[in-house]
């Protein structure tokens, strides 16, 4: 029988608040509350109502009960973590740059919050940074599958993004302008994950060698390495641009293995983006892990942390004698 792990603060009737709780709910009680559609993927908000035990077992009342906690939204179903067979054969671990160790972005909505009232537009609204954030996707994402230019990524995101504050796109070198001094804002607000030094103590305690895969360019993925206080902790660095072409390639992944000197089923592969990071790597042979911070999921992703803090869980023993303490 499949099981699937639900989450929840639950709420007894006339009990008040109760604490989390994690309940075993069979393939049926679940199946049902989608038929329903009501099975949110979050992870967080899990404040649910439960009206009386709910348990495990293929059963009506305990099925009907979590339908009726469902229906008041907010439940959250995870895979049960599967049993990790590899751990003891790591010997190398590569982090994903942007979204892993580096916090992009929090890093850029500061930067927009510098860069936007130059523009004129004193108040940076949840529109405008989403408005930012949705050409980034957009037009990094054609760089990222070779079919325009990293300068050109960049001018087309000004200008899907400049008539939000009331600007005309310009000319190429008026665009130019504009990225310049959102770069300027941007490399000064530069910070890293404050999870980074728990995972990077359990990599060196592991004895484990270490490195940077990364969807981007090697001047600004270098400095930013450098400006969070990796350089020399984490590393080498490996970017897009620097292999010639971007994750999901596999050539990308299998490079950096090669690199380092230690065969795929040797390499822990870990980065927020599900596609990028874990399904691509896992395809060519190497273990990954889904740093998925944001709670979105794949909420059925065996290997899933929300934090690089339970990053230790996937590693071996620490390496007897041990620098790094
Ligand atoms: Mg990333």
Redesign the pocket.
């Known amino acids: 029988m499949v099981r699937i792990r639900v989450l929840a603060r639950y709420r007894v009737q006339g009990r008040g608040q109760g604490a989390v709780g994690g309940l075993e709910l069979d393939a049926l009680a679940v199946e049902l509350a989608l038929r329903h559609g009501d099975l949110a993927a979050r992870s967080e908000d899990l404040d649910v109502l439960v009206t009386g035990p709910v348990r495990g077992g293929r059963g009506g009342a305990n099925a009907w009960e979590l339908v009726a906690a469902c229906r008041l939204g907010r439940v959250t179903a995870t895979a049960p973590p599967e049993p990790v067979t590899w751990s003891d054969r790591l010997r190398a671990v590569i982090f994903?740059?942007?979204?892993?160790l580096f916090d992009h972005e929090s890093s850029a909505v500061a930067a927009l919050r510098q860069w936007v009232p130059r523009l004129g537009v004193e108040t940076v609204t949840d529109v405008l940074l989403a408005a930012w954030f949705e050409a980034e996707d957009r037009h990094f994402g054609a760089w990222q599958n070779g079919l325009i230019s990293y300068v050109e990524q960049r001018r087309a995101r000004l200008r899907d993004f400049l008539p939000h504050v009331g600007h005309r796109p310009g000319t190429d070198a008026e665009l130019d302008r504009h990225i310049a001094d959102y770069l300027t804002c941007y490399a000064s607000t530069w910070q890293r994950f404050d999870d980074v030094d728990a995972a990077l103590t359990a990599v060196a305690r592991a004895g484990l060698a270490t490195a940077v895969l990364t969807n981007g360019i090697d001047q600004q993925q270098f400095a930013k390495v450098e400006a969070i206080g990796l350089a020399g902790r984490v590393g080498p660095v490996f970017t897009a641009e620097a292999i010639g072409v971007a994750k999901p390639a596999p050539i990308t992944y299998l490079t950096v293995c090669e690199r380092l000197g230690v065969p795929a089923e040797a390499v822990l592969h870990v980065?927020?983006?599900h596609d990028l990071?874990v399904l691509a790597p896992r395809a060519v042979g190497l273990n990954a892990v889904h740093l998925d911070r944001t709670g979105r999921g794949p909420l059925d992703e065996p290997h899933r942390i929300t934090s690089l803090a339970e990053l230790g869980r996937f590693l071996p023993p620490a390496a007897v004698g041990s620098a790094a303490s």
Do not use: K, P, S, V
């Open positions: 994903d740059l942007d979204g892993t980065g927020d983006r990071d």
